[in-house]
């Protein structure tokens, strides 16, 4: 469905192949970019009421698209090393680990999964720790512990969600 709220989902595609240009200029403007149709894409769904179950899916995973890549690319720059880098992603070991879970028990028809809290804090500091990075500033290792935190956190919260009705859209972020 071409919808303006999916269109500003998928721009998040090509803005992450911008990192292959390795000027730091470009790669903040694709950043700042991401987190603008990234902040205001579901604002126009519930806006002009084009909230969908495929554009419920490809926002988390355009966001996810766009932070892989240019994790992907800083790290082959060795911008980032490989212990900041599965911390960073640690959210997304989390929800998987959660989606087995929710399979294994054969309820994952069952379940109510929305946007959730610690999903979008850790989208949100993703993108504020690739811009520091995109300018060469670097953290201690205890601010990408964090991420291991917020993926636990994630986990825990998903665990809280009641089962779902039949008017319940199916959406992980």
């Not at 911008?18 to 579901?42: C, E, N």
Request: glycine letters at 2%; charged letters at 15%.
């Amino acid at each position: 469905m071409i919808t303006l709220s999916n269109i500003l989902s998928f721009i998040r595609a090509p803005l992450a192949l911008l990192f292959l240009q390795k000027d730091p200029a470009i790669r903040f403007i694709a950043i700042l970019l991401a987190m603008i149709t990234d902040s205001v894409d579901g604002y126009f769904a519930r806006k002009y009421k084009s909230a969908s179950r495929f554009g419920a899916i490809l926002d988390p995973a355009m966001d996810k698209f766009f932070v892989y890549f240019a994790l992907g690319a800083l790290f082959l720059e060795s911008q980032i090393n490989l212990w900041a880098l599965i911390a960073m992603l640690s959210r997304d070991a989390c929800l998987i680990i959660y989606a087995l879970l929710a399979l294994i028990r054969r309820d994952w028809a069952s379940l109510t999964l929305r946007p959730i809290r610690w999903g979008k804090a850790t989208t949100a500091l993703q993108f504020f720790i690739l811009m520091s990075i995109t300018f060469n500033l670097h953290f201690p290792w205890h601010l990408y512990a964090i991420f291991v935190f917020m993926g636990i956190f994630a986990f825990f919260e998903l665990l809280q969600f009641p089962k779902k009705s039949q008017n319940d859209k199916v959406i992980i972020n």
